[in-house]
């Protein structure tokens, strides 16, 4: 059974989220509720959840600063916002998860689903810290980009991403500083995520970040910062050379 609270100032946002973790995820024992920061905390403390679905905007402050009271969060957190699109991508960047307003039903019950196979650890301060950043950016740059691993997770900045390469149904995402991080996902997901952070597909194994594009040969091998190479195929290359002479 997964002990869960939910902290929301609407009571209609409450009693849609109840109502349907009763009938579509009958593991899930709501123990609290409350309608603020400051009762959330409280609840918090006095029921120990499992799970909390947090609202981000309540009367007396921010889901954000509700987390920041507790020195070690313990527990897992599903955000619910009635945020825009440039703040949900802010979600896909930190790796959390959420429920945009009006809550569906099939969404509610797939992020129950990763709280289930997540394991018991909660979240941690770099994560919310990381959403927090994000949001804040703005409309489309985002600063950074959280790589889950199976020791936890890893926080890029993204600008220090040169180029992603695909293997197989894993993705290399190559650093400055010669580092290299590899995430499960394969690289049509980070060709979705970084697409407007001006990265550009060049090949269907290789994404690379324009920022870090040293030069081209006629031999079809873009060079980037740290001696690090990519293949352009034919496909590709027509928006690739326009990135940089404008036809």
Known sequence: MIRAVIIDDEELSREVILNYLREYCPDVEIVAQASSVKT???????????????DIEMPDGKGFDLL????????????????????????????????????????????????????????????????????????TRQS????????????LRIPDIIMCQADGYCTYLHLTGE????????LKHFDNLLGDQNFLRVHHSFLVNLDHVT?????????LTGGLKANLSDSY???????????
């Open 144 to 155: 950074t980009l959280i790589i889950p691993n199976l020791k936890g997770f890893e926080v």
């Open 215 to 223: 030069g081209y040969t006629r031999q079809g091998e873009i060079m």
């Open 179 to 186: 580092r290299k991080v590899v995430s499960s996902k394969n």
């Open 40 to 54: 959330g905390y409280a609840a918090i403390i006095r029921s120990a959840p499992d799970l909390i679905f947090l």
């Open 237 to 247: 290359k027509s928006e690739f050379i326009k990135n940089f002479t404008g036809k």
């Open 68 to 139: 920041n009271m507790f020195e070690k969060i313990d527990f897992k957190v599903i955000f619910i916002t009635a945020y825009s699109e440039y703040a949900i991508r802010a979600f896909r960047f930190s790796a959390l998860d959420y429920l945009l307003k009006p809550v569906k039903i099939d969404e509610l019950i797939d992020a129950v689903e990763r709280v289930r196979t997540a394991g018991s650890s909660g979240i941690s301060a770099e994560e919310v810290n990381a959403l927090i950043s994000n949001i804040k950016n703005g409309t």
